[in-house]
């Protein structure tokens, strides 16, 4: 199908948390098995992409709050996931990307990851490639191991190294508290760091404890508090020690559960209810703890069209 030249479609696409993120001992090819349960929450980059029908090339440019901490070229992972389609689909067309970015970069939220899947999304519409969701995950999962769950969103167990993912039945909506710490973590250090303080512990092949998918199930933020998880959390402490002030901080305002996401260094906060989200948010703001600090709901879905920006 040909697309005229002017169209333009935009995808946003959501950060990620882990619930429960259990790591397992490192396969013979360096990367970690995992047993996780994510949740997609309500911050969001988006991605327009505009067709090029005069030649092949792939551009981004990057704007928003983080646009100075990512790369405008070719390792930016949006523009290795249009050279993926164009390569398999064999697309004539090139693309170019802008990215709004208001998810922390290196931030343990999967914002690169999503700007892949919303570049996937974006794409196969644009050139018409009329991919299924099926194909879409497939790709997604050579581009990184959150790539395939940023397509789907809401809440979903990942297995393997985190990009087999099944939906996990959720009820109701929480409420998070991000305090967005100065600087990013790299996620291969911090896997690298938890292998160092555990080399000689027998590591249990990964799960997920019951309790965490009763809770959600449940819909009931208490009980998801007890059963929050994250075995990069002291690896990443252990990097970043003065994060253990933030999470320590957030729990004496009053935050039902304080974890590190993902790799970090952000730190997430369960509140009880949107109005305790609101004063924790305040608290964190006025403490000089972090650079910065959001809200968001989750569940919400993975990387959809805005239907109003479509062929304008
Ligand atoms: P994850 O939670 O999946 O481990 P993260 O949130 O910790 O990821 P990202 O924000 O994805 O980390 O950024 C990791 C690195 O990837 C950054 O340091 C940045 O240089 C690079 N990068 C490449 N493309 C992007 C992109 N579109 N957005 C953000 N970072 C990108």
Sequence with gaps: MRVPPSAEVTVRSPAKINLALSVGPPRPDGFHPVATVYQAVALYDDVTAVVRDDDATISVEVAGDFAADVPADATNLAVRAAQLLQAEYDVEE?????????????????????????????CNRLWGLQLSQTELQHLAGELGSDVPFCLVGHTALG??????????????????????????????????????????????????????????????????????????????????????????????????????????????????????????????????????????????????????????
């Design 94 to 122: 090139g693309v170019a990307l802008t990215i709004r970015k208001t998810i922390p970069v290196a931030g343990g939220m999967a914002g690169g990851s999503t700007d892949a899947a919303a570049t996937l999304v974006a």
């Design 159 to 312: 297995r393997g190294r985190g990009e087999q993912v099944t939906e996990v039945m959720s009820r109701g909506t929480f409420h998070w508290v991000f305090a967005i710490a100065e600087g990013g973590l790299s996620t291969p250090a911090v896997y690298g760091e938890l292998d160092r303080l555990r080399p000689l512990r027998r590591v249990e092949a990964p799960q997920v404890r019951p309790e965490l998918l009763s809770a959600l199930l449940s819909g009931r933020a208490d009980a998801l508090a007890v059963a929050l998880s994250n075995d990069l959390q002291a690896a990443a402490l252990s990097l970043r020690p003065e994060l253990g002030d933030t999470l320590q901080f957030g729990l004496d305002q009053g935050a039902l559960a304080a974890q590190i996401s993902g790799s970090g260094p952000t730190c997430l906060f369960l509140a009880a209810d949107s109005r305790s989200a609101v004063d924790l948010a305040v608290e964190l703001a006025e403490s000089g703890l972090c650079r910065m600090v959001r809200q968001a709901e989750g569940p919400v879905p993975g990387a959809r069209v805005l239907p109003a920006t479509v062929n304008r």
